[in-house]
Nanobody
Framework: QVQLVEFGGGLVQAGDSLRLSCAAS????????MGWFRQAPGKEREFVAV????????YYADSAKGRFIISRDNAKNTVYLQMNSLKPEDTAVYYC?????????????????WGQGAQVTVSS
């Protein structure tokens, strides 16, 4: 079965950097767009970034532009989210997700598979 497993969450201070990884199995990884979402307590899950199957196309939420970088390694079936200049408001559970098409990349219901999430906490 399909599995997406996130790694790299943790507790950091404001201004620090953190890199999340998401390892995929059970699917033809190189044919899926991969997205990152996050969900803070009491809030809805929100889009962070997405990368198409080849890695040539990326989109970011306004909150992530200029600070986060999404990338992928199809040989390793892994997608990454490099997060720089972290802020307390970035505190959330971060989820990776796979979608056959990223046309509506901001919509949660357009993703076929989800990971279990990784906690990121940024202290001030």
């Amino acid at each position: 079965q399909v599995q997406l497993v996130e790694f790299g969450g943790g507790l950091v201070q404001a201004g620090d950097s953190l890199r999340l990884s998401c390892a995929a199995s059970g699917l033809t990884f190189s044919t899926y767009g991969m997205g990152w979402f996050r969900q803070a307590p009491g809030k809805e899950r929100e889009f962070v970034a997405v990368i198409n199957w080849s890695g040539r196309t990326t989109y970011y939420a306004d909150s992530a532009k200029g600070r986060f970088i999404i990338s992928r390694d199809n040989a390793k079936n892994t997608v990454y989210l490099q997060m720089n200049s972290l802020k307390p408001e970035d505190t959330a559970v971060y989820y990776c997700a796979a979608a056959r098409f990223i046309t509506d990349y901001g919509r949660v219901d357009k993703y076929n598979y989800w990971g279990q999430g990784a906690q990121v906490t940024v202290s001030s």
